[in-house]
């Protein structure tokens, strides 16, 4: 099993819809979650941390359920400019050190 | 802007030389990391360092070496390269708000 589950996708939507991804994650232990945006032939790119309370981010929702050890990244009013894979990231934390694990990615393609 | 930059952003190099890519930045963050990422396997840590001449193995660090003489550098140097190792590498620093990462290497073994 991997330690952090992606479906690939690609998921196509229209612009101005609404899309969800999800995430799940093996090492109970982890300590911290994040979302990462990779744009095609680039970097990844930090979108947004997750925490346990969720958090909001202009049009984007990221929630955490540690219980059942998933992440999910909500994208509200979808722009053509956020066609692009997002990775889930799972931070098994050392003292002093972050070791990051990351998903496969999600494809997202907004269409006009 | 972490001032994070790879160098070169391309090669191809024959089965069995050497090759060495360079991960340069400015800021005297304390870690660093070589990533490699394929098609279905995403980001998978190579080697790591905590500190000058202070380095670690990662998950996939067969085949591949890593040096740390000053802070703001960090080599990776393929022993003797095979098709196997085509790939893009990513270099990465951490600090409080998560990874910044370099621009990549993209690498072709022939």
């Known amino acids: 099993r991997k330690e952090v589950e992606q479906d690939p996708g690609p998921f196509n939507v229209p612009e101005g819809a609404t899309v969800a991804f999800n995430c799940t994650y093996s090492n109970s232990a982890s300590q911290s979650f994040f979302w990462y945006r990779q744009d095609c032939r680039k970097e990844p790119k930090l979108l947004m941390s997750?925490?346990?309370s969720g958090n909001e981010d202009g049009r984007f929702t990221a929630q955490l359920n540690r219980a059942s050890q998933y992440i999910s990244l909500l994208i509200r009013d979808s722009k053509l400019s956020d066609s692009a894979t997002y990775l889930c990231?799972?931070?098994?934390?050392?003292?002093?050190?972050?070791?990051?694990?990351f998903g496969t990615g999600t494809r997202l393609l907004v269409s006009p | 802007d972490a001032g994070i930059t790879q160098s070169p952003r391309h090669k191809v190099t024959e089965t069995g030389t050497p090759v060495t890519l360079r991960c340069h930045q400015t800021?005297?963050?304390?870690?660093m990391y070589w990533y490699r990422q394929d098609p279905g396997h995403g980001l998978r840590l190579i080697h790591y360092s905590y500190g000058v001449k202070d380095t670690d193995k990662g998950e996939v660090s067969d085949g591949y070496s890593v040096s740390r003489s000053k802070t703001e550098d960090f080599l990776l140097t393929l022993e003797s390269a095979t098709s196997s190792q085509t790939s893009v590498y990513f270099c990465?620093?951490?600090?409080?708000?998560?990874?910044?990462f370099g621009s990549g290497t993209r690498l072709t073994v022939v």
């Open positions: 990231v799972v931070n098994e934390e050392r003292t002093g050190f972050q070791k990051l694990v």
């Open positions: 997750v925490y346990s």
């Open positions: 800021e005297n963050h304390r870690y």
């Open positions: 990465a620093i951490s600090n409080y708000y998560g990874y910044t």
